[in-house]
């Protein structure tokens, strides 16, 4: 599998296959777009990538997004994000479908303000798995690379996590964490914006990891 995911934030079902382009993982940002249940549809089941369902809180009623991750679920999608301090009377049914659909659960927590101190990260991993996550995934603003270096020391643990950095200090996390056991990392599409701080762009993270000669 190929360790890049571009994230998509368009809003019409053509944009957003234009920005997949020949990325095989693409996290669709359900949350910067209104799709109906057709474009749902249209969206995850086509088969040439494969698709995270992301709806992050906050601009809709919490019954319609949930909805909305459930009908991704069910067209297709083969990852579903949860946040971490969603309910779980949100997360419940979603996971269930999940479940059903064979679709791998993130659970994931960002603060763009922090990093947390190691002891607080590893009691975050330990609420996503008891929230029912299969991959845990960690997103912090990292002020230093002290912030890096402990958002990485992460992998150390035995679960599967995919545990980023946001910012400048943070880019170094985005590019090792494949080689560290995340299943994949995060980058902007090539034609488009970023969905946040110190994403690269999919052409230039792929060159990166060319050049460190581990590209899948």
Known sequence: MSMLCVCISETTVPAVFESIGNASIAEIRLDYASFSLDEIEKIFSDNRSKKIATFRPGKVAEDHRQAMLIASINA???WVDLEIENSSEFNAPVIEAARKASATVIVSYHNYELTPDISELMNIVEQGIKAGADIVKLACHARDTKDAARLLSLYDRNETLIVLGMGEHGKITR???????????FTAPDNGQNTAPGQFSYSRMQTILNNIGEQK
């Not at 590019?175 to 990392?185: D, I, K, Q, R």
């Open 76 to 78: 297709g999608a083969n």
């Open 175 to 185: 590019v090792t964490s494949p080689f560290l056991g995340a299943p994949f990392t």
